[in-house]
């Protein structure tokens, strides 16, 4: 017996996913046993067939998102589908955008800045700290003002702001939209990180002309950090990494410099009171908080670290450090996944300007 048209092409899956649907109102009615397992399995296996369609047709992208379908399905309903079944699909998903890496369309803007509007580099090293201190600690992007930006934006284009997006990285999706509160939460952050990255190219191109114009030390560069109140291996560990970027190796400077915000952040934490452990009752043990941890950290009397810190630097770490859609720094650089393309002088000062923030902060103390 000949399939129904619907299952003959698989670009019509929507329909035969539809079918699927009425026949299991039917089905349940006339008290058929197993017809709910039966009419998921019959979406997925049109789900399937429709990016198995598109990846023969070398539409890669295309098929990612088919297969990234049918595993939201079988995870949501796990117990119709086994372990093998799920393993096939994440790596199929994974083959299918690496394969479709080619398929962007690559946009290069050009964006002239002065060179006096960046020129940070003073008449004596200690000048040169001051000035990119100054710049760091104003530079934490307003995310009430970006907001702002970026709904006048939306008024101007309507219909793109309503487009819902999906964020790929090599061989995996790390985050979709749906719709235009979400485009806008997208939208802010990815103006946040622009400005923090032309800051910080703008950083390191000082650094680098200060230390052979000026003698510029990485001892000139922590100077700023004694707010924190840091050990001094920390502070060993801090300007080993600026010595390596002072001589031109950002690849060791980004590896030494990156875990340590979160090192200084857990230490200015637990000396103004804030407990920075995390109790695990069914191992019977203590472990150091991780990152997300510590960042949702809360006080006895109600205060939090984002209370502490202040909304905008907060979300600002958030992106730079954890946000699988932000740089991610501590992601990419604690689970071994950065390469030479992450490891910039760029990189390296913003994480020089994180420090310097929190330093910041941590002068400035709880908002009264």
């Not at 502490?308 to 958030?318: E, F, P, Q, R, V």
């Amino acid at each position: 017996m000949p399939l129904p048209i619907y299952e003959q092409i698989p670009l019509l899956h929507y329909f035969d996913q539809a079918i699927a649907e009425v026949e299991y109102e039917l089905r349940k009615a006339w008290g058929e046993p197993r017809v709910h397992e039966r009419m998921l399995r019959r979406q997925f296996e049109a789900t399937m067939r429709c990016a198995g369609f598109h990846r023969s047709h070398g539409n890669d992208l295309v098929a990612a998102e088919f297969f990234g379908q049918a595993r939201a399905l079988a995870t949501k309903y796990r117990e119709y589908f086994t372990d093998a079944e799920l393993t096939q699909l994440g790596r199929a998903e994974q083959q299918a955008l690496i394969a479709g890496e080619d398929e962007f369309t690559r946009i290069h803007i050009s964006i002239e800045v002065p060179k006096a509007v960046m020129d940070y580099v003073g008449d004596t090293p200690e000048e040169t700290v001051q000035t990119i201190l100054a710049e760091a600690t104003a530079a934490v992007p307003p995310r009430a003002r970006l907001r702002k930006d970026v709904l006048e934006a939306n008024r101007q284009a309507p219909l793109q702001a309503m487009m819902g997006r999906t964020m790929v990285a090599p061989g995996k999706v790390v985050g979709r939209t749906g719709g235009e509160a979400d485009n806008v939460e997208a939208e802010i952050q990815s103006r946040a990180m622009l400005q923090t990255h032309l800051l910080a190219d703008g950083i390191a191109s000082a650094l680098q002309r200060a230390s052979t114009q000026l003698g510029l030390t990485p001892e000139h560069l922590t100077a700023p950090l004694a707010p924190l109140g840091l050990d001094t291996g920390t502070i060993a560990l801090i300007q080993h990494g600026l010595a390596r970027l002072l001589a031109g190796d950002p690849m060791s400077a980004t590896h030494v410099l990156v875990p340590r915000i979160e090192d200084a952040l857990r230490q200015h934490l637990n000396a103004i009171g804030f407990d920075t452990t995390e109790f695990r009752p069914a191992e019977g043990r203590t472990d150091d908080s991780s990152l997300g941890g510590l960042m949702r950290k809360e006080l006895p009397d109600g205060r939090t670290v984002r209370d502490y810190l202040g909304c905008d630097l907060w979300d600002h770490l958030d992106s730079m450090l954890s946000s699988q859609t932000g740089l991610n720094l501590r992601h990419e650089f604690a689970h071994g996944l950065a390469r030479p393309a992450n490891c910039t002088p760029a990189v390296a000062a913003i994480t020089l300007m994180l420090l310097y923030q929190l330093a910041g902060a941590a002068s400035r103390g709880w908002p009264t």
